[in-house]
């Protein structure tokens, strides 16, 4: 009963067609759009990897130097007195090394999250251009 009802109501549908010049000119019109979005696309993946790369070896020259500069961050941070005066346990040692590594970690990943935006914006205006 419910399948005759909706062959009836479909049977008396007649769309318009278009001419198959209009067609064929909106079709082309849609796939310059489609290939003008495709190109848009590329671009903006190559940039976005391009910034990944310059972000990655910046930190990773960033991290190497101040690997190399551990033993100095390790006296710098040696330098603060760390006390509680509270607690009263005069056996801890602090191994200043840990927190220099984890400066060191700090800092390298502050710096390459900074040269990816960075990047990002300079290789926008170098595309705009």
Known sequence: MEDQKIK???SNFQPELSSSFQFMQRLEKNMETVECLKQ????????YKLAAVIATFTGLIVGIILATLLPLI???VATFDISIPRLQISSITVDYTVIGWIFIAIA????ALNTYEI???????????
């Open 40 to 47: 848009h696309n590329v671009t903006i993946n190559h940039r």
């Open 8 to 10: 009836d109501l479909f």
């Open 108 to 111: 390298c990943i502050i710096i």
């Open 119 to 129: 990047a990002l914006v300079k290789l926008a205006e170098k595309i705009k251009s």
């Open 74 to 76: 390790g006296d710098w």
